[in-house]
């Protein structure tokens, strides 16, 4: 019962708060509210995670740079990969549109910029590193949803039937089926692993058997392989893979707080302090 009444206060108060309309964001014959309300409302539910994300970019910024080319390679990967269902895919991961996914693909390169700072690769871990590397392919898929569907498209291949043709008549993959299940070009750590595996140990023009991943079931065909660079041209990404197979959550955030304590970062809504500990709202 208390707690109704404490509600009833509160609305009363808010209701004679809002009778100014000056500065009124909604004004209606059942009242008004307010930009305190409104601002109110939304640091409880978005404003640690925005407070941070703004903190992050301001803090980040002042030592490390994200030049646009460099989003721009992200996105058109991004792109290449998920075709027409780029825009519908980005938004069931919550960005409201290209724009909000490249701003959060600034602060993510800059935190991965900040922490591969502290991670030190030496000579014998690239020389590895090369050695296990493979380089890009070109597939090309059709993706069911069953294993016998998979076994009798995969029996029309063997009859003579073309791949492209299955693909667009059977793949559930809208977005590479109407390329007859083109997949451009990717590299490793980019697809599903089972996918992966399967792909890359296939020859060139070779098909695979069905391969089941958590989408369904694969019949993967490989259209092309580049040629393996040279050591000296690969250094510079097998660094950041090898310092990328070393990032931990826990070095996340470490590397985050010390940035914070550097800038002498201060929270002065006590609402907000949240926004200052990453050990659960770090990017990965």
Same mark, same amino acid.
């Given at each position: 019962?208390?707690?109704?009444?404490? *509600?009833?206060?509160?609305?009363?108060?808010?209701?004679?708060?809002?009778?100014?309309?000056?500065?009124?964001?909604?004004?209606?014959?059942?009242?008004?509210?307010?930009?305190?309300?409104?601002?109110?409302?939304?640091?409880?539910?978005?404003?640690?995670? =925005?407070?941070?994300?703004? *903190?992050?970019?301001?803090?980040?910024?002042?030592?490390?740079?994200?030049?646009?080319?460099?989003?721009?390679?992200?996105?058109?990967?991004?792109?290449?990969?998920?075709?027409?269902?780029?825009?519908?895919?980005?938004?069931?991961?919550?960005?409201?549109?290209?724009?909000?996914?490249?701003? *959060?693909?600034?602060?993510?390169?800059?935190?991965?910029? *900040?922490?591969?700072? =502290?991670?030190?690769?030496?000579?014998?871990?690239?020389?590895?590193?090369?050695?296990?590397?493979?380089?890009?392919?070109?597939?090309?898929?059709? @993706?069911?949803?069953?294993?016998?569907?998979?076994?009798?498209?995969?029996?029309?291949?063997?009859?003579?039937?073309?791949?492209?043709?299955?693909?667009?008549?059977?793949? =559930?993959?809208?977005?590479?089926?109407?390329?007859?299940?083109? @997949?451009?070009?990717?590299?490793?750590?980019?697809?599903?692993?089972?996918?992966?595996?399967?792909?890359?140990?296939?020859? @060139?023009?070779?098909?695979?058997?069905?391969?089941?991943?958590?989408?369904?079931?694969?019949?993967?065909?490989?259209?092309?392989?580049?040629?393996?660079?040279?050591?000296?041209?690969?250094?510079?990404?097998?660094?950041?893979?090898?310092?990328?197979?070393?990032?931990?959550?826990?070095?996340?955030?470490?590397?985050?707080?010390?940035?914070?304590?550097?800038?002498?970062?201060?929270?002065?809504?006590?609402?907000?302090?949240?926004?200052?500990?990453?050990?659960?709202?770090?990017?990965?």
């Amino acid at each position: 019962m208390k707690k109704w009444i404490l *509600a009833g206060v509160m609305i009363g108060s808010l209701g004679l708060s809002a009778c100014s309309s000056g500065n009124a964001v909604m004004k209606s014959d059942a009242g008004n509210i307010s930009q305190d309300e409104l601002y109110q409302a939304m640091k409880t539910k978005y404003g640690t995670q =925005t407070l941070q994300q703004l *903190a992050l970019e301001k803090v980040l910024s002042s030592e490390y740079t994200v030049s646009k080319s460099e989003i721009d390679a992200h996105v058109k990967k991004s792109k290449d990969q998920l075709g027409d269902q780029f825009l519908t895919t980005i938004k069931q991961y919550g960005y409201q549109d290209e724009n909000d996914f490249r701003e *959060a693909l600034k602060i993510n390169l800059l935190e991965q910029k *900040a922490v591969y700072k =502290t991670i030190k690769v030496t000579d014998k871990q690239l020389k590895a590193a090369y050695a296990s590397y493979k380089p890009d392919i070109k597939a090309r898929h059709i @993706l069911v949803s069953d294993e016998n569907s998979a076994n009798d498209i995969e029996a029309k291949l063997k009859a003579g039937a073309k791949f492209e043709d299955l693909a667009k008549q059977y793949s =559930t993959d809208t977005a590479s089926a109407s390329n007859g299940g083109d @997949l451009g070009w990717f590299g490793t750590g980019e697809m599903d692993s089972d996918f992966e595996k399967a792909a890359f140990a296939l020859k @060139l023009n070779e098909i695979s058997s069905p391969v089941k991943t958590q989408y369904g079931y694969h019949i993967i065909q490989v259209t092309g392989i580049k040629q393996k660079p040279s050591f000296s041209k690969l250094k510079s990404t097998l660094t950041n893979q090898v310092k990328q197979s070393k990032v931990t959550s826990d070095m996340i955030t470490k590397v985050l707080k010390a940035e914070f304590k550097k800038e002498n970062v201060s929270i002065s809504d006590k609402d907000l302090k949240q926004a200052v500990d990453f050990s659960s709202t770090t990017a990965q």
